[in-house]
Nanobody
């Protein structure tokens, strides 16, 4: 079982930056593909970014490409999401997710992720 806890959310002005962190416990996540999703009020949960276990491959939603960077520190069992040039439409609850050990490939489909954190709120003011 993998337990995930997100942190780093908050209120920021448009154009600003935030760095989200996802700390894993229960088992090492170095072989797990990891992802970030977000859910805005009244909308469904959407894919943001994903990274393979070795950190060498990443994929991003078009809406965040060039502004957000996903990375991981397997020594600390942590996944990060650096968010720059934030826009009001980035306002959402951001969730960290992990695929199972047996599914190392990247995915932008929420149903492919077995473990989820509780989320952290990001609010971008205009």
């Amino acid at each position: 079982q993998v337990h995930l806890v997100e942190s780093g959310g908050g209120l920021v002005q448009a154009g600003g930056s935030l760095r989200l962190s996802c700390a894993a416990s229960g088992r090492t996540i170095s072989s797990h593909a990891m992802g970030w999703f977000r859910q805005a009020p009244g909308k469904g949960r959407e894919f943001v970014a994903a990274i393979r276990g070795n950190g060498y491959s990443t994929v991003y939603a078009d809406s965040v490409k060039g502004r957000f960077t996903i990375s991981r520190d397997n020594a600390k069992n942590t996944v990060l999401l650096q968010m720059n040039s934030l826009k009001p439409e980035d306002t959402a609850v951001y969730y960290c997710a992990a695929r199972t050990f047996a599914a190392p490939n990247l995915s932008n489909y929420r149903g492919d992720y077995a473990y989820w954190g509780q989320g952290t709120q990001v609010t971008v003011s205009s």
